[in-house]
C-alpha cells in the first residue's frame, strides 16, 4: 500500500524538481507509517475480539466437560434391587417391594433416607422449621440425622428442610382460593438455610380452592434446581367448595399423575436428577384410586402417613392406607407435641419405626 503511495506522489511530483519529489517521498512515507500504526491497532483489536470469542469457546467446552464429569453414574440395579427389598423388611404379601422402573441417575431413593423438619417461617405452630431460630433448628435437625444413621448404619441419612410454600387458610383472601402464597424471598431463606447443612429442599401446595395446575407452576424456577422437591397435601384440597379445615380434603389420582408428569418434564427438559414428591395421608379418602398412579423414572413418589396420636394408632394408619395401598415408598410422619396429646403418648424412636412394613425411606418431623 505504502509503494503504491510512493509511486503516485513521484508521478504527480516528476515535473517538479529533485529536491521536492524527496519532500513527497519523506511525507508520504511518514504517512503510510501512521496509517500502519492505525491498522495495526485495528487489526489486534480485532485479533483481540477473535481470541476473546476463542477464550469463551474453551470456557464452554471445560464448563461442557465439567458437567459431563459430573453427570451422575448410572444407577447400580443390584444394589438397587438388594436396598428395596431390605426396605420390605421381610413382608412376604408380594406388596412390597413396588415393581416401579428404575429411576434415571442421582436418585435419592432407596440408597439414602431423608430426614426432614417441616414448617413454615410465619408460624410457630405449623411446624419445627418455623418454631425455633434458624441455627438452634438445624442443630436439633442434626441431632435427629445422627440418631436415625445409628438406627440403620446401612442406609446414609440425607437432612431436609420441608417448606410449607403455599398454606391454606380459613378466609378467602384475594381470590377467594382460600390459600395464600409465601413471598419468595422467604423461600429464598429456607434455600439457604437448607445449604448450610448440605440439605435438601420440599416446597410443600396446600391447594385449598385453588388447584396443582395453578399452583404447582408458580414454583418452577425453584423446581428446576437439582435440590429442591416437592411435596402436596390432600387434606387441604377442597374439591367441593368447602372452607379449608372443616373436612379432609382429596386428590385423585389423576392429580398426582399431573404432578409427576409436570415434574418429570422438567428433569428431562433440564437433565436434572430425579425428583421427589410427597404425598401426605392419614385417612382412606385423601387418596382415591391408587392403583392407577403412575410410577416413573424421573419421579420418585412418597406416600407419607401424616397421623399423630397414640403409636398404636400411628402404627395402624400406616398399615391400613399406606402398607396394604403401596405406590411406591414410603414416609412417616412424627410430631413433637401432638404425639403427646394423648394420655401415654409420645414421640416414636427410630428403632420402633424401623419395624414397620415397609420400612419408611422419608422421615418428616413436625
Known sequence: MCHVLVKAVENTAVKGSGS????????????????????????????????????????????????????????DTALYDQKNIALANGDSSGLWPVNAPYPLPGAIFPFKRVVSYYGNLYSKRMGILGELPPAEMLAKLKGEVDKWEAADTTTKVLPALHYIA????????????????????????VLSMAEKIDAITFLDVQVGLSTLQEEIPQLEKY???????????????????????????????????????????????????????????????MVTN?????????????????????????????????????????????????????????TMTPEEVLQLKPRPIYIQYQ
Open 166 to 189: 403455599v398454606t391454606a387458610q380459613e378466609s378467602p383472601g384475594k381470590g377467594g382460593k382460600y390459600r395464600l402464597r409465601m413471598p419468595f424471598h422467604q423461600v429464598d431463606s
Open 290 to 346: 391408587y392403583k392407577q398412579i403412575k410410577t416413573r423414572p424421573e419421579v420418585q413418589i412418597i406416600m407419607d402417613m401424616d397421623g399423630w396420636g397414640l403409636q398404636a394408632r400411628k402404627i395402624n394408619t400406616y398399615r391400613q392406607y399406606i402398607y396394604k395401598e403401596p405406590v411406591h415408598y414410603t414416609g412417616f410422619k412424627i410430631f413433637y407435641k401432638n404425639d403427646f396429646r394423648e394420655p401415654n403418648s409420645r
Open 223 to 285: 423446581l428446576i434446581m437439582p435440590d429442591v422437591h416437592l411435596g402436596v397435601d390432600p387434606e387441604f384440597s377442597m374439591k367441593g367448595g368447602q372452607r379449608p379445615g372443616t373436612v379432609i380434603g382429596t386428590f385423585n389420582a389423576d392429580d398426582i399423575n399431573y404432578v409427576t408428569g409436570y415434574l418429570a418434564d422438567l428433569v428431562k427438559k433440564y437433565n436434572l436428577p430425579p425428583k421427589i414428591l410427597v404425598v401426605h395421608r392419614f385417612t382412606q379418602g
Open 20 to 75: 521536492a519529489v524527496h519532500h513527497f517521498r519523506r511525507v508520504t512515507l511518514l504517512m503510510c507509517l501512521f496509517a500502519f500504526v492505525l491498522l495495526s491497532a485495528g487489526c489486534g483489536q480485532s485479533f483481540s475480539e477473535t481470541d476473546q470469542v476463542k477464550d469463551t469457546s474453551a470456557i464452554q467446552l471445560q464448563e461442557d466437560v465439567s458437567v459431563k464429569q459430573h453427570t451422575p453414574a448410572p444407577i
